[in-house]
């Protein structure tokens, strides 16, 4: 058994009650009877040259965010079809799950790129009875509103109840569309949010969160598994308009969050303030010292060969063949000056600290 946890080393290797690391990338946590279970995509495999994108869906259980106990794979690959979107060929991306009340059931929406064409992403849609499965595939090759689907995020409104689907409609806006009552498809109401000409400025990796009546979405730009600077913006409603406030890591000079992407972020339920924006740190073998590849991408958007500082070529060449198994994470509270949502590092911290 792994020696314990008593805080959380945002950036350090974690390792499950087993010994293993952990493994729940593009990663959310949910309660279910006072039991957090974080969840995520296997990359144990993803390996350069493995051809694996992703082993299923891997789940662990605490009690307390630090110490995580592994429960398996709640949607395991499907290895028999290489056409099945669970296939791990078929690059299965960011699984949300949120419970149903009307219906008694979990909903796990995901995205597939599918084995070629990235520009060609649809969700899947799987229902449990319970947290753990088994989950039942009940729609694939969904493009909702007849969009392509990239990076997403699920919410419930904790009193109505209704679902909201936050999706990146791939490499122009961010789309917000209501669900049906059974949280399986899109009703067809929705709003665009954040229009942007392509990579790296269009926004993905939407996250979701409400404190004290107001509505923040955190967002990433695209560069692919390359850390670069995160986006928050503000709104009395689900459907905006949004503002945006900025770069919520103001103090990361780097400009690359804190050389992370962040996933989700988890309301502490017992602690009233305590909201941790969950992030991959996807390629930590990248040299600190690197050019920032959103600049390098952003050079190239806009006609220019080379950065406006930098060796961009060297840069991108330092990501290729990256290993996702040994991506780490970081995690880090969020603080807040008045409205403003600030995120910043810290070696280390504990949930008690938190009121």
């Not at 959310?28 to 144990?44: A, C, L, M, Q, T």
């Not at 599918?114 to 649809?122: F, V």
Request: charge should be negative.
């Amino acid at each position: 058994m792994a020696h314990p946890y008593d805080s959380i080393l945002p950036g350090q290797v974690w390792l499950d009650t087993d010994g293993n690391r952990i493994q729940a990338h593009g990663g959310s946590i949910i309660e279910v009877d006072g039991v957090f279970y974080w969840y995520g995509e296997n990359k144990e495999r993803t390996t350069p040259g493995s051809g694996l994108w992703h082993w299923g869906v891997r789940a662990y259980a605490s009690t307390d965010l630090y110490n995580w106990q592994d429960r398996g794979l709640i949607i395991p690959p499907v290895l028999e079809d290489i056409t099945s979107p669970l296939h791990p060929a078929q690059k299965m991306d960011r699984p949300h799950i949120v419970f149903n009340e009307r219906t008694g059931q979990f909903v796990c929406w995901i995205k597939v790129m599918g084995e070629d064409d990235q520009h060609t992403q649809a969700s899947t849609v799987l229902t449990a009875d319970s947290f753990l499965g088994p989950y039942e595939t009940v729609r694939t090759g969904l493009r909702p509103l007849g969009m392509d689907a990239g990076d997403f995020d699920l919410v419930v409104d904790p009193g109505t109840k209704k679902a909201y689907y936050y999706f990146e409609k791939v490499h122009t806006d961010l789309v917000c569309a209501e669900l049906t009552d059974d949280y399986t498809d899109v009703s067809g109401a929705h709003t665009l949010h954040f229009p942007h000409p392509g990579p790296p400025f269009t926004r993905e990796a939407p996250a979701h969160f409400e404190r004290d009546g107001r509505h923040y979405l955190v967002t990433s730009s695209t560069t692919g598994y390359f850390p670069n600077p995160s986006e928050i913006a503000v709104a009395d409603d689900y459907h905006g308009p949004w503002t945006v406030l900025g770069n919520p890591h103001p103090g990361d000079q780097s400009r690359t969050s804190f050389r992370s992407q962040i996933s989700s972020v988890f309301h502490h339920p017992s602690r009233r303030d305590l909201y941790i924006a969950l992030a991959d740190r996807w390629l930590p073998q990248l040299p600190q010292e690197m050019p920032n590849v959103f600049d390098v991408v952003a050079a190239m958007a806009r006609g220019e060969s080379e950065p406006r500082s930098g060796d961009g070529g060297a840069a991108v060449a330092a990501g290729l063949g990256e290993n996702t198994a040994v991506a780490d994470y970081v995690w880090l509270p969020i603080r807040f000056d008045g409205d403003v949502p600030i995120i910043e590092w810290v070696d280390e911290w504990r949930v008690e600290d938190f009121d």
